[in-house]
């Protein structure tokens, strides 16, 4: 028989989860062989076992696991849940909060809070949530929810400025929830006895469960969660620049830094994913044409640091980061930075020059905003040692370039079929090279009809000069015979 689900399985910043890292003590076991975990691991349903790689035998090796995971399940069209099954298994909680707890204390002290790997991070964990809740049973898992709901919402009646943050940050959306009055209502008393005389010819109960029910109550559960977890590394990140970390934590740091990269490269290179391509301007769209030839000062600045610049490094380094929809730094794709710094930039800085006045010496400032946009912080130039600082600004769409920068949106035929500049550059440049292709087709056709022509021209003079040997030596002896015959 299974145990009680805890709320420490989908919530490891709870109370509970609290309690079991400080039964563990101190971080000095976290690479000790744990039985009782293999033992969690062997027993969990499912779990493949055909491989020892995917068994862990320590904490540090499930927090990896847990990275390994997510990584997988996105990207990989091989990914097996029965490699992973154990992360399901209830029986596993109390090892999974101390992993929880490590990865975000290693995440915290390397990277910092707007890093790709504190981002995959709360993502993991708001994922984590979501396959854990499909295992349990629907009273278990209304059970623990609301649980999870009552200690993360202390207050009967919530206000919606009490979900500022997630709102804020787009985790959730105000069209998601039931207000009234400027309260949020989840609990189903609470609104029968507000909603119940309003609803005529429907039962307020089953309006209940389509507006609210499980669903809704689960999503901020989940969100709520993610947004604490991404706190937390916050947090750590703040502390860790005033208290030298455990030497442990920063080798799981290590070790995060290298399997992110690792993975992300060999998904995004070996899988198709990520080609970088030279940039073809013919494929540019019209936005991106007007913004290179230089723009009035009313519109300048957006148009090259906002635009521009993410539209001409994601086209060059990674055109299919919307299909894909991964995390990806420009390192991954430009190592040493050559391309950014040689193709990229100059690219950029003509374009700004050729502005109206000239965006750089009007406001010089923008060159550092420029480095920003591409991920490497507040800096002269992009520089490894930065990057991570600041997001890789991924191009705006055009819904947004019609509102900002009106006046550089003069759609053609193309612009029809998509909602972002990116998207525009993909297709067309796909169009051209098929276009291209036909060419080269049709030129190759066209020298082959022109190969079989003369050939066949030559063989009709050769039929002339001397037709075929077979016929001839008949024609030949049909001749002799008829000769002889005619001399017989
Ligand atoms: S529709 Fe989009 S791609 Fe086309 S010009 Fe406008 S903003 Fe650019």
Not at 116 to 130: A, T, Y
Request: net charge negative; hydrophobic share 35%.
């Amino acid at each position: 028989m299974s145990i009680m689900v805890s709320v420490a399985f989908l919530n490891p910043l709870s109370d509970k989860a609290e309690q079991i890292v400080r039964d563990i003590g101190d971080l000095s076991k976290i690479y000790d062989k744990n039985s009782d975990l293999i033992h969690a691991v062997d027993t969990s349903k499912s779990q493949s076992m055909s491989d020892n790689q995917n068994i862990p035998e320590n904490y540090v090796e499930l927090a990896i696991k847990r990275m390994e995971w997510y990584i997988k399940k996105k990207n990989d069209k091989n990914y097996n849940y029965k490699d992973y099954a154990f992360l399901f298994n209830r029986e596993i909680t109390r090892f999974d909060v101390v992993a929880f707890f490590i990865l975000a204390q290693a995440i915290g002290i390397k990277f910092n809070s707007n890093s790709r790997e504190s981002k995959l991070f709360v993502d993991l964990q708001g994922n984590i949530i979501e396959e854990r809740l499909e295992e349990l049973s629907i009273s278990e898992r209304r059970d623990v929810c609301q649980k999870i709901l009552d200690e993360l919402i202390l207050q009967d009646n919530v206000k919606w400025t009490f979900l500022e943050e997630i709102l804020s940050s787009k985790k959730i959306s105000l069209h998601e929830l039931i207000l009234d009055k400027g309260e949020i209502i989840l609990d189903k008393e609470d609104f029968l006895e507000r909603f119940s005389d309003k609803i005529s010819h429907r039962n307020p109960e089953r309006m209940y469960e389509l507006l609210i029910g499980d669903p809704v109550k689960e999503l901020i559960m989940i969100k709520m969660i993610m947004q604490k977890t991404e706190d937390y590394v916050k947090k750590v990140n703040e502390m860790s620049q005033k208290v030298e970390p455990h030497p442990y934590l920063l080798e799981v740091g290590e070790k995060i830094s290298k399997i992110l990269s690792e993975n992300i490269k060999y998904y995004t290179t070996s899988h198709g994913g990520m080609k970088g391509f030279k940039l073809n301007s013919e494929a540019f769209p019209p936005c991106i044409k007007l913004t290179l030839n230089g723009v009035e000062s009313g519109n300048r600045n957006d148009a090259i640091v906002l635009l521009l610049t993410s539209f001409l490094s994601y086209a060059r380094l990674y055109p299919s980061i919307f299909r894909d929809n991964v995390s990806v730094k420009i390192s991954d794709v430009d190592p040493e930075l050559k391309i950014t710094q040689n193709e990229i930039l100059p690219l950029i800085y003509d374009a700004a020059q050729r502005c109206n006045p000239p965006l750089f010496d009007d406001d010089p400032q923008e060159k550092l905003n420029i480095t920003a946009k591409l991920g490497f912080g507040v800096h002269e130039l992009p520089e490894i040692k930065n990057e991570g600082e600041s997001k890789w600004y991924t191009p705006m769409s055009c819904d947004k370039i019609k509102i900002h920068l009106p006046a550089l949106c003069k759609p053609d035929k193309t612009c029809k079929k998509i909602g972002n500049p990116l998207s525009y550059y993909k297709s067309k440049s796909w169009q051209l090279n098929k276009q291209g292709d036909n060419k080269e087709k049709s030129s190759k056709d066209k020298d082959k009809n022109n190969v079989d022509k003369s050939k066949s021209d030559q063989d009709n003079v050769n039929k002339v000069i001397n037709p075929s040997p077979d016929k001839s030596v008949k024609n030949t002896k049909e001749a002799d015979t008829l000769n002889g015959s005619d001399f017989n």
